[in-house]
């Protein structure tokens, strides 16, 4: 049983394309992430959701719009693809605001 | 403004030594807590140790310590008697105070690489 899963794993696309990542936690916890770890290893919190609702939005690029249906799925759609936004993206959870996280195993993302 | 900072980008160690790995913090909260990730070049990230800011001793984990000095601010992880299986990236963060907005941040990492 896997405690985080977010799909796929793996996607290379062109530039200009629109992809999305989706993430589900089984953990009954109520806060989510999703994190982006660049080509230098730096992870950097992207969005929070807390009960479904956007807490956190780290300045990121319109372009990237996070959507949680129910507090155990958080989603990221990425419009317009650019070459940096290349990067592993990481789906992660807690019980509470600022508890331990739970990491997904992480979507490598390659724009070509 | 909260800061992590791991100022040693890459380790070399051999096999059943011990090794610090560094990390200090900045913060102006009282409230706070610490931790330690690994990440193996598989890609998970993996959850070792957490120390509370208000916790009177040191949070061990098995071969995991974490030696905290409030005062300087600091939190190192200790490994004893490494193993090749310990060869990752390994990340300090920290939590501020809670809130729903409150988030956790990262330093930038150190890679260490065991020889047997």
């Known amino acids: 049983d896997t405690a985080v899963s977010q799909t796929p794993k793996y996607l290379v696309t062109q530039m200009g394309n629109d992809k999305s990542i989706k993430c589900e936690q089984n953990l009954g916890h109520d806060t989510m992430y999703w994190y982006k770890q660049d080509s230098k290893k730096f992870l950097k919190i992207m969005f929070s959701y807390n009960n479904k609702e956007l807490i956190i939005n780290e300045t990121v690029p319109n372009r990237f719009s996070p959507k949680s249906p129910d507090k155990a799925h958080l989603n990221l759609h990425i419009n317009s693809l650019e070459l940096g936004d290349s990067a592993v993206y990481f789906c992660a959870s807690s019980l509470g605001g600022n508890e331990k996280l739970f990491f997904g195993s992480g979507t490598q993302l390659s724009v070509l | 403004a909260q800061k992590i900072t791991q100022t040693q980008p890459g380790m070399f160690v051999q096999e059943k030594e011990a090794v610090t790995l560094d990390c200090t913090y900045d913060?102006?909260?009282?409230?706070?807590?610490l931790f330690w990730y690994k990440q193996p070049s598989s890609g998970e990230m993996i959850f070792l140790i957490y120390?509370?800011?208000?916790?009177?001793q040191n949070a061990t984990e098995g071969r995991y310590s974490l030696n905290f000095q409030k005062a300087r601010k600091s939190a190192n992880l200790v490994i004893s008697a490494s193993q090749l299986g310990d060869s990752a990236m390994y990340f300090c963060?920290?939590?501020?105070?809670?809130?729903?907005?409150?988030?956790?941040?990262f330093g930038s990492g150190t890679r260490l690489s065991i020889r047997p």
């Open positions: 963060a920290m939590r501020p105070p809670y809130s729903s907005a409150s988030k956790i941040i």
């Open positions: 120390q509370g800011s208000y916790d009177e």
């Open positions: 913060t102006s909260d009282q409230s706070y807590g």
